[in-house]
């Protein structure tokens, strides 16, 4: 059974740099063909793709975020990680990591729990 | 980028009575159309993929219909642990993959 689990600060200051990795357990980030992303939930709102990162290498991000985001795998630790940049309130949400099925860029089957990232000073 | 908007936002149903929810695409994506359902502080579960196929594990209440531009998700009895909010997601056209705003789902 996969699972994922993110860590990271719960909060952020204005204009710096949020940083969340995702830790996968039940499989391997960089062996087993899959694609992984990035998904945020605003509070009380919808859900909004980021980025996705497949065999270490292979990225791509929502238009609306490509200037500010980056993701990354550390097939070491069996983690991949998201950066994004010059933070504002506006970025204040649930983030979840998330595994697409099948092995290709389409539906998400296993989600972590998500974590609540604040931007605040 | 393809829009996904759901209707009803609120759907007031009662146990053991039918819920169905829609989903339209603002432009065709066959049945690339996924569903999930998410209950406060938890993940969306997938629920539905390919437009009617049910994920592991996901009880056979739940249907998925439709393909072009119109979907359905159809709760056939609802029981008390199927009060939440659903969504549905295109995987069409990408990137972006978009989710429509979502239809909480209400006890009457």
């Known amino acids: 059974q996969v699972q994922l689990q993110e860590s990271g600060p719960g909060q952020v200051k204005p204009s710096e740099t949020l940083s969340l990795t995702c830790t996968v357990s039940g499989g391997s980030v960089s062996s087993d063909n899959y694609y992984w992303s990035w998904i945020r939930q605003p509070p009380g709102k919808g859900l909004q793709w980021i980025a996705y990162?497949?065999?270490?290498?292979?990225?791509d991000y929502n238009p609306s975020l490509r200037s500010r985001a980056t993701v990354s795998v550390d097939a070491s630790k069996n983690q991949f990680s998201l950066k994004l940049r010059s933070v504002s309130t506006a970025d204040t949400a649930v983030y979840f990591c998330?595994?697409?099925?099948?092995?290709?860029?389409?539906?998400?089957?296993?989600w972590g729990q998500g974590i609540l990232v604040t931007v605040s000073s | 980028e393809v829009v996904m908007t759901q209707s009803p936002a609120t759907l007031s149903v009662s146990p053991g009575e039918r819920a169905t929810l829609s989903c339209r695409a603002s432009q065709r994506i066959h049945s690339n159309v996924a569903w999930y359902q998410q209950k406060p502080g938890q993940a969306p579960r997938l629920l539905i993929y390919g437009a009617s196929t049910r994920a592991s594990g996901i009880p056979a209440r739940f249907s998925g219909s439709g393909s072009g531009t119109e979907f359905t998700l159809t709760i056939s009895s609802l029981q008390s642990e199927d009060f939440a909010v659903y969504y549905c997601q295109q995987y069409n056209n990408w990137p972006p993959w978009t989710f429509g705003q979502g239809t909480k789902v209400e006890i009457k």
């Open positions: 998330a595994r697409y099925g099948d092995h290709v860029p389409g539906y998400f089957d296993y």
């Open positions: 990162i497949y065999d270490s290498g292979s990225t």
